[in-house]
Structures are given as C-alpha cells and as structure tokens.
DNA sequence: TAAATTGTTTAGCCAAGACTAAATATTGCA
DNA sequence: TGCAATATTTAGTCTTGGCTAAACAATTTA
C-alpha cells in the first residue's frame, strides 16, 4: 500500500511533467509545499525502492515510469471523480471541492471509486473541466489555449479552469464562468493581462489575476447583432 | 488537528467505557491491535497535552474527559453516517461499509457531513442498528438485550449487531437477521452458545460465533397459528 | 573564462507513532 | 500473608517524512 505522500508525490511529479522532460526538485518542492531537500529525499527513496515508479539523476530531477504513470492517473482519477460527484451528488460549491478530494482521494477503494462512477452514468469530466482518467489510465485530450492567447473579437468557450485557489474560483463563479460557457473577448486591458469580456449581455474586466488559470476554446468572431448604428 | 491516531485512541476508549471506570491498556491495546506499551506511550502524552481529551493514572488506565468524549462522538457520527450514507445512496454490502467508513471518517469536513445527514433527512441509525449520534453529542439509548440472554419460546427484533466482523456480517445477511427484522428463538443448542430459530418460516441454528454479537428486544411469546396437531 | 548566483544535495535533527525486552507493580491464590 | 502469575510501565529502537544549514554542482554573466 502506498502512503498519501507517496501518492501526492507522484502526483505531483506527472502533473508538472509536460512532455517527458526530467521534473526538477524546485518545482516539485514548489508543488508539494516543501522543502527543496525533502522532495531529494523522497526522490532517492523512491528510485531506490522496489516499487519503480520514477527513475532520479542527481541534478536533473524526476521521471515517472509507466508503473508512476498509472499510480498517478489512479490518483487522479480518484480526485476528479470525487469532485464531480461531490459537487452533483451533494451540492458542494465548486470552489470546496478540491480541498474535499485532496483528503478522500487516498482513502477511497476501488470498489468505492466504481460506484461513484455509475452513480455518475461514467462521467469524462470534472467540475473546472479536467478530464476524468479512464480506469484503464486513458486521458482524453481536450484542445484548448490560454485565454491570454486569444485576439480580440473572438467569442469563446469555457473549457478548462484550475482549480486550486478557491477564491479565484468563487469569483469566476460569480461571473458564470464555468466549463462549457461561452463569452467574448473585448479587448486588452493597457496594462498588464487583465481583459475586458462581454458574458451574457454584461461586459466585466477580468483581473490579471483569474487570466492565467483559464484555458477556452475559440467559437469564432463577435457578431454585432442589434445596435446596428 | 487531531491526528488519525489520535481520533482512533480516543474512539477506542469511549467505546471500552460503559459506565465511568477506567478503561485499562490492555483492553485498548486489545481494541486498537496494538502492543500495550504502545497504548501506554498514546495515553501519557494525550494526558500531558493541554488538548485534555483524557487523564490517565498508572496502572489503573485511562478516562475521557468531557471534551475527549464530544471527540470521540464526533468521529463516532462521522462513522456511522458515513457506513449509512454508503450503504443507502451508493448500495455498498453492509458487511464493507465499517472499513470503509474505518478511513472515511478521518477526512470528511464538517460540511459534508452535514450535507450527507441532510441527504439521508437526519437519520438516526446506522446499518447495523447503532445509533447515530447528533451533532451536539447525545445519543439516543436503544434499549435491547444480549440474544443469548432471551428464554426460548419468545419472538425478538433484532436491534443491533456487532459491525466489526465482515464475516459474520455476511452470514447474518444470509439469514436475513438485518435490524427492524424478528424471528423466533426456539431453544438452545445442547453444546456452546448456538440457538436454534425460525426466521420466515425457515428453521435455522444459529452458529455461537454469531450469538454474542446480536442485540434484540423482546416482542412477545411465540403463537403457534397453524399446524394445529 | 572565471566569478557570482542559483539550484541541488548531503548531513544531521526532530516528531509521531509504532515496536521489543526488561523492569516493576498489582492481583489472585495457596 | 507471601509468592506466583499477570498486567503495566520504562527504556531504548525503528521507520516515515518532514525540516535546516552547510557543502557542492551547474548556470549565468561580467
């Protein structure tokens, strides 16, 4: 049985883990809350251990094996599916869910797990529009790019927010911005990433700080309906 | 924060306490499947903590306070709502809900608890017929009598049984013997503690290994209706 | 290309929570 | 009442998983 550090951990590690580029320990230690030398620590442990779920080079960092790989997909399948069903089932706000899943994630079996999947008809996406991991540890891949890239004049589609900063999510609730909403980009704010968007008739200034966390999908361009003038 | 361990200490001690004697190391060590060495460790450093959950007196054991016994019925509450919330709104088999629950119970906040006692409309209690105690701590007393205390001849209803045994928990589905559920205690085994019973029509001797687990109370004497010979 | 900066590792420490073995207290019984 | 059996505590050890401070490697920059 592996411990929830051990499972945090190599979580941590795949979701940095962008292409298969080694994942240094300041990063991780970033991701994890901890200290540089901790996260050595764990990775030595780790590589050296029987289990083989990364392989570590002194100076480089990290790399999740296929055996990590899966370890971590479990765990994040687990995580996603307790968000989903937390947030449907009994009407957890989306910005608690997270916190709540953090814990249950590593405590729920797998006969558990399957039964919040039927109860959810085997649902493919969490509440900030991340992918639910198959059992199998299939991903499916959903386009999509920074909100900071799209030109103005565009309407777009929510597809994906990060759900780690409650506050932040509390507020793009307050705008109704969730995954599979679409609004219009208006412009760029002079400065900094702030953009002005147009939801649902009301135009807002979406701070610099919420900007980053959300990824969309082009619809195509604004269309002027009435007002014609 | 209180601990896992800690939570479990404190459930175990409130649940050796009938009455307000000392519950020894022993026993608690007995309950927890650990060494008593170990129980002793837990208890002199709960009892010099200013938390003031227990005291503790060499050699004679270990008393909640107040405030350790509120501890203790909470994670008592999250428990066994937990195993009623599996058992009724995902359809996880009685006999796998204390586990469950054994991991759940640690991690769920407050506010899902109250969300999971709201989805089931405040239920008082659990799966196995224990009683769920409320949010301000009591716990509603079940009067019922231990199955081997009853003189044949008499129609019970079961009230509670032990959850700890997955096992006997199977073998009591079986029988149909759920809580709410009667049948007739015909007479008593010439040897050990079995009894034989009639439950819907069906006679059946019930093994000793399950008898001192199951708490009835008494309905009335058995009437013979038909088969008038 | 050498020095300064930055990032990583090593070494040693700590707390929690379990264990065993040995010492000590309590209890039960002759 | 005193000794044997039983229960409890003490003392010391181990593992896990974190930390800090110091040493060291790599990278950047003058």
Same mark, same amino acid.
């Given at each position: 049985m592996l411990s929830q550090s051990v499972e945090n951990f190599v979580k941590a590690v795949y979701s940095l883990q962008k292409s298969d580029e080694w994942v240094g320990t300041s990063r991780l230690a970033n991701a994890l809350g901890? @200290?540089?030398?901790s996260v050595t620590n764990m990775a030595q442990k780790l590589a050296k251990s029987e289990d083989?779920?990364? *392989?570590?080079?002194?100076?480089k960092g990290v790399k999740l094996t296929e055996t990590g790989t899966s370890v971590a997909l479990e765990v994040i399948r687990h995580h996603r599916l307790i +968000? %989903?069903? %937390?947030? $449907?089932?009994?009407?957890?706000?989306?910005d608690k869910v997270h916190d709540e899943a953090e814990k %249950? #994630?590593?405590? *729920?079996? #797998?006969?558990? +797990?399957? @039964?919040?999947?039927?109860?959810? #008809?085997?649902?493919?996406?969490?509440?900030?529009?991340?992918? *639910?991991?198959? $059992?199998d540890g299939h991903v499916a891949p959903r386009p999509s790019v920074p909100l900071a890239s799209v030109e103005p004049g565009h309407v777009v589609e929510v597809v994906e927010v990060n759900d780690h900063d409650a506050q932040l999510l509390r507020y793009?609730? +307050? %705008?109704?911005?969730?995954?599979?909403? @679409?609004?219009?980009?208006?412009? @760029?704010?002079?400065?900094?990433q702030s953009i002005s968007i147009e939801r649902d008739g009301k135009?807002?200034?979406?701070? #610099?700080e919420a900007v980053p966390h959300i990824f969309v999908t082009v619809i195509g361009e604004i269309e002027k309906k009435k007002d014609p003038e």
């Open positions: 901890q @200290r540089p030398a083989g779920l990364l *392989i570590y080079q002194a100076y +968000e %989903l069903y %937390l947030s $449907k089932q009994l009407g957890v706000p989306w %249950l #994630e590593h405590v *729920i079996s #797998e006969d558990l +797990e399957d @039964r919040m999947a039927a109860a959810l #008809e085997d649902p493919t996406i969490d509440p900030h529009g991340a992918p *639910i991991p198959t $059992k793009l609730g +307050e %705008l109704d911005l969730y995954p599979g909403n @679409r609004f219009s980009v208006l412009g @760029r704010e002079s400065f900094g135009p807002t200034s979406l701070g #610099e």
